[in-house]
């Protein structure tokens, strides 16, 4: 049956959808967190899509605030950004907000 053959090329790949891509810090890449993610809603982010504000990080495209000490914001794995919005969508609400270590 051609279905067989199908469905196993399917379930191989390089990274499942809740998965980070691989980065010098993270070489096999990471999963995000199920409560993040139900994947399709996360992704990495530019350095310049989020910005800093005395009252938290700015998701630029939307104008989104996510105070520093929210939940949602999580420590990155592999040093970048990464955002997980509603439906991924790049109008969608903040579901999570990986940010990398701040230096000082």
């Known amino acids: 049956m051609a279905v067989a053959p199908l469905l196993a090329l399917l379930s191989v790949g390089p990274a499942n959808a809740h998965d980070a891509m691989p980065t010098a ?58 955002w997980c919005s509603v439906a991924g969508s790049n109008e969608g609400r903040t579901i999570c907000l990986f940010v990398p270590p701040r230096g000082f």
Request: with cysteine.
């Open 25 to 82: 810090a993270q070489p096999n890449g990471w999963t995000y967190p199920f409560a993040c993610c139900s994947g399709y809603d996360c992704r990495a982010v530019s350095e310049k899509a989020i910005s800093e504000r005395p009252e938290g990080y700015v998701i630029n495209g939307t104008g989104e605030v996510v105070g520093y000490m929210d939940a949602r914001v999580k420590n990155s794995p592999d040093g970048e950004f990464h």
